[in-house]
C-alpha cells in the first residue's frame, strides 16, 4: 500500500547498511543480489530493530530481509510514493 509522506522537513538519513546487517542478512543478501534484489531502503522507529527492504530488479516487488536471513516475499509494510525513487 502506497501513501502520502506526512513528514514536514525531515532529511532522509545515509545509512552504512551493512553495519545494520546481522551476519545471517550479509549471506542472505548477498546470495539475492546476484538474482537482481538490491537494497530499496532501511525503515526505522523508535525502540525497533531496522527493516531491511529489498527490491527485486524489476522494481516490482518488495520484501524484507529478515533477522535470520529470511526473505520475506509478503511483508507488512506500506511505503511512501517519495520512498519509491531509486536507490
Not at 552504512?16 to 531502503?41: D, K, M, P, T, Y
Amino acid at each position: 500500500m502506497i501513501q502520502q509522506d506526512r513528514r514536514r522537513d525531515k532529511k532522509r538519513t545515509i545509512w552504512n547498511v551493512s553495519g545494520l546487517l546481522s551476519h545471517h542478512q550479509i549471506r542472505a543478501l548477498n546470495r539475492i543480489e546476484s538474482n537482481g534484489w538490491q537494497v530499496f531502503c532501511v525503515r526505522t522507529s523508535l525502540f525497533q530493530d531496522p527493516v531491511i527492504v529489498v527490491v527485486n530488479s524489476e522494481g516490482d516487488a518488495f520484501a524484507t530481509l529478515e533477522y535470520d536471513g529470511e526473505l520475506n516475499l509478503n511483508p507488512d509494510l506500506t511505503l511512501r510514493k517519495e520512498d519509491l525513487i531509486a536507490v
